[in-house]
C-alpha cells in the first residue's frame, strides 16, 4: 500500500505561474497542461540546471611591497631649563568682628477678623465676612474690638375675610323620552344567484431516466509517493475519463383537465320586528343661581430676614450665634545678635624666585629611511562550473496510485539497493525511506525531482 502521509497538497491553481522567492532564477513552465492520454498522470518536477567545468586562472595573491625602515640617530646634551618662573605670592589676612544685640520686628501689629475675642475665638470664614458686608455691616468703619451679630426676623403676616365663589350659576336641563309603537317587516336578506363549483383535474406519477452529465475527460488531483522539493513540486494530476450520469426522475401528469359547473341558488328572507317613531324626545331648560361663601385669608405683609448690628445694640429678632469681632493683634518682635566688622581684611604680598632643572636633550643626527621591495603576484589553476541552461519547473509523466503497481515498486527498490541508495526491504511499499533514497537518485544522476517521473524509470531500465 502507499503512504498517504506523503500525498501531494491540493492543486491551487493550474493556469498562474507559480513564483519562487527563494529560487529567482528558477524558470517556471507548467503555466498549461500537458497534452495527455486517460489513466496518465502528471506532477510538477524540478530539472536541474545544466553547468560546463571550466579551467580558469585565479589570483590568489596580488602584488605587494615591504618596506624596510632605517631607524634615525641622536646626539645626546645637557641643558638648564626654566620650570618655574619667579612670582608673588598672596596671603589673606582675615577681618576682625565684634557681636551687638538688635531688636527685630518679625511681625506687624495687624487686626483680624474673629468669631469672639476671648480664646476660644477663630479666624471669622470668608463667608461668614460676605453675609454681615450683605446684611449692612461696614467692616471697613469698625474698631478694634468691636463685635457684630446676625439675627434672624421671621416673616409677617395679617388675616382678612374674604367672600368666594364656591359654585358658578348654572342650567339644569331635563330630557323626555322618544315613543315608539312595535310592527313586524318581512325583508329579503339574500337574493337568488348562480354558484360555479370547480371539479378537480386528475394526475397520474411516470417515470423517466434523464441524462444529468455527460461522458467527459478531466483532469484530477493525482495520489501517490511524492517528493516534494519545496512548495512548487509533489502536486500530480491525472487525465481521467468519466462515463456520463443520469438519474430516475418521477413526473406527474395530466389525465384529465378541471372543469366548471354552474348550480342555482334560491333567494332567502326573514320575518323581523320594527319600532315606528310616534313622538320625538323633548327637552325642558331651568336656571340654577351661583354661590358664595366667606372664608378667612392670610397674607404675608414681610419676608423673613437676617440682619446684622452691633452686639451692644438691642432690637428685634433672635440671635443666631453667628458673631464676628475686629481684633487688635500687637506687633512680635525678636532680639537677634549679629556680627558687625571691626577690622576690615586685607592682603600681604610674599615674592617666589624662579627654580631652575637640569634636563638631558636628544638633537637629531641622522634622519630615519625607508627601503621598498616588490613581491609579484602569484596565480592558480581552479576548476570552476558555468551554468548553460537554468532550473526549470516544469510537468512530467510520473507514476501513482492510478497507474502504479506492486510489482513496479519491487522494481524501483530493487535498482536503488543494486545503486547503494536504499538498504530496506523489498515490499513493493513506498514509504519515506524509498522516497529519500529516490530524491537521493535523482540528484546524484542530474534527473528531475519530485516525483517518481517516467524519465527515472527509463534511466533504470524498468520502462
Do not use: H
Request: proline share 5%.
Amino acid at each position: 500500500m502507499l503512504n498517504k502521509s506523503y500525498a501531494s497538497a491540493a492543486i491551487l491553481s493550474l493556469l498562474i505561474p507559480v513564483s519562487f522567492a527563494a529560487d529567482g532564477d528558477r524558470v517556471d513552465a507548467t503555466d498549461t497542461l500537458p497534452d495527455a492520454k486517460p489513466g496518465e498522470c502528471y506532477s510538477k518536477v524540478i530539472v536541474p540546471a545544466i553547468f560546463d567545468d571550466v579551467t580558469e586562472q585565479v589570483l590568489v595573491k596580488p602584488e605587494t611591497n615591504t618596506v624596510e625602515i632605517i631607524p634615525a640617530t641622536y646626539d645626546v646634551q645637557e641643558k638648564e631649563v626654566l620650570v618655574k618662573e619667579a612670582s608673588t605670592k598672596l596671603v589673606a589676612v582675615p577681618a576682625v568682628y565684634r557681636t551687638v544685640s538688635e531688636e527685630v520686628e518679625v511681625a506687624p501689629a495687624r487686626t483680624e477678623w474673629v468669631t469672639r475675642l476671648d480664646r476660644r475665638g477663630i479666624p471669622a470664614s470668608p463667608a461668614l465676612l460676605a453675609a454681615a458686608t450683605t446684611n449692612g455691616v461696614d467692616l471697613t468703619a469698625a474698631q478694634p474690638e468691636q463685635c457684630f451679630s446676625e439675627f434672624y426676623v421671621p416673616a409677617k403676616f395679617e388675616t382678612t375675610e374674604k367672600e368666594v365663589l364656591v359654585k358658578e350659576e348654572a342650567e339644569l336641563i331635563s330630557i323626555a323620552d322618544a315613543q315608539y309603537e312595535q310592527a313586524e317587516e318581512t325583508v329579503m336578506v339574500k337574493a337568488s344567484a348562480k354558484e360555479k363549483v370547480l371539479v378537480k383535474a386528475e394526475y397520474e406519477v411516470v417515470e423517466e431516466q434523464v441524462m444529468i452529465e455527460p461522458a467527459k475527460a478531466v483532469w484530477k488531483k493525482g495520489t501517490g509517493p511524492i517528493t516534494r522539493i519545496d512548495n512548487a513540486t509533489g502536486d500530480i494530476m491525472c487525465l481521467v475519463q468519466i462515463p456520463a450520469k443520469y438519474k430516475t426522475v418521477k413526473k406527474t401528469v395530466l389525465k384529465s383537465a378541471s372543469t366548471v359547473e354552474e348550480i342555482e341558488v334560491p333567494a332567502e328572507s326573514m320575518v323581523v320586528p320594527v319600532s315606528r317613531l310616534v313622538s320625538d324626545s323633548a327637552a325642558e331648560r331651568a336656571t340654577v343661581p351661583a354661590e358664595f361663601s366667606t372664608v378667612k385669608v392670610t397674607n404675608k405683609i414681610a419676608d423673613a430676614a437676617f440682619i446684622w448690628r452691633n452686639a451692644e445694640v438691642s432690637g428685634e429678632g433672635k440671635a443666631t450665634g453667628n458673631t464676628i469681632c475686629l481684633q487688635a493683634v500687637p506687633a512680635e518682635f525678636k532680639t537677634v545678635k549679629k556680627q558687625v566688622v571691626e577690622a576690615p581684611a586685607t592682603i600681604m604680598e610674599e615674592k617666589l624666585p624662579a627654580v631652575y632643572q637640569t634636563v638631558q636633550v636628544k638633537n637629531v643626527s641622522t634622519e630615519a629611511e625607508e627601503r621598498t621591495t616588490v613581491i609579484p603576484a602569484a596565480y592558480d589553476s581552479v576548476l570552476t562550473r558555468v551554468k548553460k541552461s537554468s532550473e526549470r519547473l516544469e510537468w512530467q509523466r510520473v507514476l501513482c496510485e492510478t497507474n502504479m503497481t506492486r510489482d513496479t515498486n519491487k522494481k524501483i527498490q530493487q535498482v536503488l539497493k543494486d545503486s547503494g541508495f536504499y538498504d530496506g526491504p523489498i515490499d513493493g511499499s513506498i514509504g519515506r525511506g524509498t522516497l529519500l533514497s529516490v530524491e537521493k537518485y535523482q540528484k546524484d544522476n542530474d534527473l528531475p525531482t519530485g516525483g517518481l517521473t517516467i524519465q527515472m524509470l527509463e534511466k533504470m531500465g524498468i520502462m
